[in-house]
Nanobody, 119 residues
Framework: QVQVVESGGGLVQAGGSLRLSCAAS????????IGWYRQPLGKQRELVAT???????DYADSVKGRFTISRDNAKNTVHLQMNSLKPEDTAVYYC?????????????WGQGTQVTVSS
């Protein structure tokens, strides 16, 4: 069984902060949480931030300087610290994890966590 579980969403006023967490586990032994994506209501899912196991990061232009992604390899978790939140950050945030089984590449999405930023 593979599980990708997000936590930390909620309602916050503009300018506030939230911290999302994603824990990945499973019998594969090599599942790796790799990043955060978000999907505003009625829009397509988009990349927010990704991080490699070595700590290399990538961010969407819209969140650079405000969001910070980090990982705890010992706990196989990834965090997203979101500061200076804006109403346009409102979306369902999804964690993405991946792994290889033999030569086959797999991905798994979490169930999503709602982030709502009020103006």
């Amino acid at each position: 069984q593979v599980q990708v579980v997000e936590s930390g969403g909620g309602l916050v006023q503009a300018g506030g902060s939230l911290r999302l967490s994603c824990a990945a586990s499973g019998s594969t032994g090599s599942i790796n949480p790799i990043g955060w994506y978000r999907q505003p209501l009625g829009k397509q899912r988009e990349l927010v931030a990704t991080i490699t196991s070595d700590g290399w990061t990538d961010y969407a232009d819209s969140v650079k300087g405000r969001f910070t992604i980090s990982r705890d390899n010992a706990k196989n978790t990834v965090h997203l610290q979101m500061n200076s939140l804006k109403p346009e950050d409102t979306a369902v945030y999804y964690c993405k994890a991946d792994w290889y089984y033999g030569s086959t590449y797999y991905i798994r999405w979490g169930q999503g966590t709602q982030v709502t930023v009020s103006s």
